[in-house]
């Protein structure tokens, strides 16, 4: 946690345009910061089979943001709708690195510090597994591979026994490397597979 505090702190966020895009935000949402049993960990959860869009993926908790909401308030709503977790803005660590995706939206990761002793409800029109993903696993080594439809690079995070892409893989190995290891790495130029681009 302290490489992430002092990290954020001095964070330079990269923001993207929305150039006709829509804005979104996704959750990194810290428990067990306080220590326990296996020490600080983020939730993942794997889209409801039934979804328009992006069905069976994993991602992190969030959605659209709404007229008149920001990026925190979008994702404390969309955690609770989700997963059932409450937070507030005083629980918001930072922001990181806004990530444009093929299918039309930028989103905006927002670093918090959810209570710990919650116990998730998962909405399952929304979402079909949840994963507490511990600071230990997310030190797992990405892969990065080619593609014949792109020049940059589709990055892979090996999670849950299956692989996590871009964009979620992209936000969670931006937020391992300034977590774990304190250091500023940009995504931007990590590309999503071909099948989440639509």
């Known amino acids: 946690m302290d490489n992430l505090l002092g990290g954020l702190e001095r964070f330079d966020r990269v923001e993207v345009p929305l150039e006709g895009r829509r804005h979104a935000a996704v959750a990194l949402a810290i428990s067990g910061a306080d220590g326990g049993e296996d020490g600080s960990a983020v939730w993942l959860t794997r889209r409801a089979p039934r979804m328009r ?28 709708e989700e997963i059932g977790i409450a937070a507030d803005r005083t629980q918001v660590l930072g922001l990181l690195d806004d ?61 849950v026994g299956n692989f996590v892409h871009a964009p979620t893989a992209a936000v969670l190995y931006q937020f391992r490397e300034l977590a774990l290891y304190g250091r500023v790495t940009r995504v931007d130029q990590l590309e999503q597979p071909v099948f989440a681009w639509k």
Do not use: K, M
């Not at 939206?105 to 029109?125: C, E, F, K, M, S």
């Open 53 to 80: 869009n992006h069905p069976g993926q994993f991602a992190l908790p969030g959605g659209g943001i709404d007229p008149g909401e920001d990026a925190a308030g979008a994702a404390i709503r969309e955690l609770g």
């Open 99 to 159: 990530y444009p995706t093929r299918s039309g939206y930028v989103i905006t990761p927002v670093v918090l510090r959810v209570r710990d002793g919650q116990v998730p409800r998962v909405n399952p029109a929304e979402v079909s597994e949840l994963y507490r993903i511990t600071f230990r696993e997310l030190a797992v080594e990405p892969r990065f591979l080619t593609i014949p439809e792109s020049e940059r690079p589709v990055i892979q995070l090996p999670l």
